[in-house]
DNA sequence: ATTGAAAGAGTCTCAGT
DNA sequence: ACTGAGACTCTTTCAAT
């Protein structure tokens, strides 16, 4: 993390290409980007090597798995100092999935997946509310997501 | 449409698994689910075909790609009719990597990610602020993410 | 650093259960 | 529905450039 990493426009277009689809062969990205698939495949190791590459994941739609409900909830701490103990309690309720500290209105910021409203008044009103060191939390349920995408790393031009 | 889906154990084991780290085999999973590599392969044709698993995607390190900055902004509509229009015009910000419509304090709620402060100046004060229909934002910017992961979709007992 | 080809490993199909 | 084996495809290594 401390070194320097000297990416080219290869691997960018390589990590731009595979962030939406991982399935594609090393062959047919090479054919893509004008090189042999072996280059893709030292590209892709020199990647991981360096850290910038961390596997593949399965994406999933979660509200087909019956996950219909995402809500976001800023935290005011009583403190500040609080914070390493407050997100350390979040830690345990497996409905969170993303904690992030942060500046402005909210001291914190979660993010809640929930297979219903039951359960998610379940989690803020029995868990989170709970937690010693939170002052007060304001809650914002998502109603649709309109969009979801990948940063671009690479824009040809 | 999104129920009702008969997943079983098995279904949801490998879903679990393979949301975390999807590069290993099905002859291994197969293993560690006590069940034939070809079991798993047939399982996973049918989640791909229900529209449960959409494909897998290169996890990327988004920060040694010098992406330094998340914010979350906050979006307060003139009027709630205009949700559409807006959410169209900032569809056109490629450093807004989602949006969501949301209940509670703001309208709209969008997560950016950008290379530095001075990108996301530009984003807010040139791109967002400038959408018609738009009346006031609230940025919060992450600091630090304590942690981020996916839901759990099988819990082992 | 990139290539092309051979060796090794994984996916996919299918007949049998 | 699951299994195991064969056919096929992809990954990985490596000698040559």
Redesign the interface.
């Known amino acids: 993390?401390s070194h320097k990493?000297n990416?080219d426009h290869l691997d960018l277009q390589i990590?731009q290409s595979?962030?939406?689809?991982?399935?594609i062969s090393y062959a047919d990205l090479g054919k893509r980007l004008s090189v042999s698939g072996g280059t893709i495949h030292v590209r892709i190791k020199k990647l991981q090597e360096?850290?910038?590459?961390?596997?593949?994941?399965?994406?999933?739609?979660?509200?087909?798995?019956?996950?219909?409900v995402?809500a976001?909830v800023?935290i005011y701490l009583e403190k500040s100092s609080l914070y390493e103990s407050v997100?350390n309690d979040?830690?345990q309720i497996?409905?969170v999935?993303?904690?992030?500290?942060?500046?402005?209105?909210?001291s914190m910021?979660v993010e809640i997946?929930c297979k219903d409203i039951i359960q998610l008044k379940h989690v803020l009103h029995e868990q989170l509310q709970n937690i010693k060191g939170i002052d007060r939390t304001?809650?914002?349920?998502?109603?649709?997501?309109?969009?979801?995408?990948?940063?671009?790393?690479y824009?040809p031009n």
């Open positions: 993390m990493l990416l990590i595979m962030m939406e689809n991982a399935e360096f850290g910038v590459v961390k596997g593949t994941r399965l994406a999933v739609d979660m509200r087909s798995l019956g996950y219909d995402i976001f800023g997100a979040i830690k497996p409905e999935i993303r904690l992030n500290y942060t500046t402005g209105n909210y910021f997946v304001e809650t914002l349920i998502s109603l649709e997501e309109s969009f979801r995408r990948n940063p671009i790393v824009r």
